[in-house]
């Protein structure tokens, strides 16, 4: 068993960023970790082949959470493997397949309600955005302590980013891939609450980020900022 950190590159009024996914690889079978913005199946495609694997091996996608940078890619991935198991937290589950409107929709509306006139332009277009993904059912939900792919990682709940949020921890590997829970700065070697201005509720994210330290792994595999190997 393995993990693959997929370094996904991609540009933004003129600058570069980029997103990690993750990629879990045992007995030849692949789990993909969260899925990009919308348009980024063949980004993530890419980034997969670089690996040297082939997503024709995926069987698992686990969505750490709701949000476009997340959940974007989800829908083209079911269309184009029908067989992939989409795994996600209970919470979190009823927004991806759109029977509950989702915390990050309901946020993005009341902040847009009080934006300054100059700012509206964009909270617009957020909120246009979360209402033009997507959904899809929800193959297998999971909660806090679950185990999965024979006992290869646990689900851990690590609300604040969002109320369902999951982290997966792979004791074995002496790893967690964090999600949104936690994020590195660009050269640092600290973990830190990923984008708190986007946090439902910053002080569940900073008890969240404290119990992913308190497991002293030794690899952390953030969507934000990449990997942190201590």
Same mark, same amino acid.
């Given at each position: 068993m393995?993990i693959?950190?997929?370094?996904v590159q991609f540009?933004?009024?003129?600058?570069?960023?980029?997103?990690?996914p993750?990629?879990i690889?045992?007995?030849?079978e692949?789990?993909?970790v969260?899925?990009?913005?919308?348009g980024?199946?063949?980004?993530?495609e890419?980034?997969?082949k670089?690996?040297?694997y082939d997503?024709?091996?995926?069987?698992?996608i686990?969505?750490?959470?709701y949000d476009?940078?997340h959940?974007?890619?989800?829908?083209?991935?079911k269309?184009?493997y029908?067989?992939v198991t989409?795994? #996600?937290g209970?919470?979190?589950?009823?927004f991806?397949?759109?029977?509950?409107?989702?915390e990050r929709l309901?946020? #993005?509306e009341n902040?847009l309600?009080?934006?300054?006139?100059?700012?509206k332009?964009?909270?617009q277009?957020?909120?246009?955005t979360?209402?033009?993904l997507?959904h899809?059912p929800?193959?297998?939900?999971?909660?806090d302590g679950?185990w999965?792919?024979?006992?290869?990682?646990? /689900?851990m709940?690590?609300?604040?980013h969002?109320?369902?949020? /999951?982290?997966?921890?792979?004791?074995?590997?002496?790893?967690?891939?964090t999600g949104d829970?936690?994020?590195i700065e660009?050269?640092?070697t600290?973990?830190?609450v990923?984008n708190p201005?986007?946090?439902l509720?910053?002080?569940?994210a900073a008890?969240?980020l404290?119990?992913?330290k308190?497991?002293?792994a030794?690899?952390?595999?953030?969507?934000h900022?990449?990997?942190l190997? /201590?």
């Open positions: 393995k693959i950190e997929l370094p540009m933004y009024e003129g600058q570069t960023y980029y997103i990690y993750s990629l690889e045992m007995n030849n692949l789990t993909l969260d899925t990009g913005y919308p980024f199946l063949p980004l993530i890419s980034a997969v670089e690996q040297g997503l024709g091996q995926l069987k698992h686990v969505i750490t959470h476009d940078d959940i974007g890619s989800l829908y083209d991935f269309q184009k029908p067989g989409i795994i #996600a209970e919470r979190e589950a009823g991806i397949s759109g029977e509950v409107k989702s309901v946020q #993005a902040l309600a009080d934006m300054p006139e100059e700012q332009e964009f909270g277009s957020f909120v246009d979360l209402k033009s997507r899809v929800v193959d297998r939900t999971v909660r679950d999965l792919l024979d006992g290869a990682f646990r /689900i709940a690590t609300p604040g969002t109320s369902g949020h /999951i982290s997966l921890h792979l004791p074995e590997l002496g790893s967690v891939i829970a936690a994020y660009d050269g640092g600290e973990l830190l990923a201005q986007f946090c509720d910053l002080q569940e008890k969240s404290e119990l992913l308190s497991l002293q030794r690899h952390y595999y953030c969507y900022g990449g990997s190997h /201590i």
